[in-house]
């Protein structure tokens, strides 16, 4: 792939016509809106209106809203916060009902949240690798060692070939670095990771009953196929699709492949 394109939309741009889509970016370090979707938006929007904020705790609203104060401990507790976030979102643009597409561990969890919250709101849902229900990492990324090199290694585990992608990658690499270390940026993201024994509850798979069509990479390094597995296997109206020779980020190994099982599931 050649290097990331300058002219995305912005964070939390709306563009596109048709049904709506929020699209939920991931929870990589450094992450926003725009590059997440960089390679799939211009498509997607061909046949959705989409709708791409940046999340609590990432790109614009790093310390933002329910971030401001520092008590969001845990996974749970940002899901949650994110799906207040897109509810308010719906609500001051009069959107009723919308579809979903949530990515990994922070875009799919809020959306599992979300569909948990508010199903009357959510028409169907993709969820891509694992929607963070697997378990916690075993350290932070980034951030023990936040050099260059380190955000380069840490992009470069979420695609299943590195060289078809290495442009694209060094590009990103000077974004989320520089976004990484913005004021706020680290304590949010440490803060994500945290076991918080008090914390909200999972999401009870069993009573999220939207259609949901889950995405995983066969070559994800991030999360294996089997978290997604687990996924469908609790969620009364799940589906998976495993997509050949993708790793954690399908939308930049397959993009094509991507859109097209993104689109059919949503239209179905």
């Known amino acids: 792939m050649s290097a990331m394109p300058k002219n995305g939309a912005q964070p939390g741009a709306d563009a596109g016509q048709g049904t709506a889509l929020v699209l939920l970016h991931g929870g990589g370090p450094g992450v926003d809106a725009r590059s997440n979707w960089i390679t799939v938006g211009a498509r ?4 959705f209106r989409c709708i791409a904020p940046d999340l609590l705790g990432f790109g614009t609203q790093i310390t933002a809203g329910e971030a401001a104060d520092g008590r969001l401990q845990g996974p ?4 949650r916060a994110r799906a207040r976030q897109i509810l308010s979102l719906l609500d001051r643009q009069g959107l009723e009902r919308v579809h979903l597409l949530g990515n990994s561990a922070a875009g799919g969890a809020a959306a599992l949240a979300l569909m948990a919250e ?3 709101r959510v ?10 229900t697997g378990p916690l990492p075993r350290a932070v990324p980034f951030y023990d060692r936040p050099t260059r090199e380190s955000m380069r290694a840490t992009l470069g585990r979420l695609v299943a070939d590195e060289g078809a992608h290495r442009d694209f990658l060094d590009d990103l690499t000077y974004l989320r670095l520089e976004q990484a270390r913005r004021p706020g940026a680290e304590a949010a993201f440490r803060s994500m990771f945290t076991d918080a024994v008090d914390g909200p509850p999972a999401v009870d798979l069993t009573t999220v009953r939207t259609p949901v069509l889950a995405l995983h990479g066969e070559h994800d390094r991030v999360a294996p196929v ?3 597995e687990r996924l469908v296997g609790a969620l009364p109206a799940g589906r998976l ?5 993708a790793g954690h980020w399908i939308h930049v190994d397959r993009p094509d492949e991507f859109c097209t099982l993104v689109g059919e599931f949503l239209n179905a």
């Open 118 to 120: 508010a199903p009357e």
């Open 44 to 47: 997607l929007s061909a046949s």
């Open 76 to 79: 749970g507790a940002w899901a």
């Open 241 to 245: 699709d495993v997509v050949p020779g």
């Open 226 to 228: 089997e978290v997604s």
């Open 123 to 132: 028409g169907r849902a993709v969820l891509m690798g694992g929607a963070g």
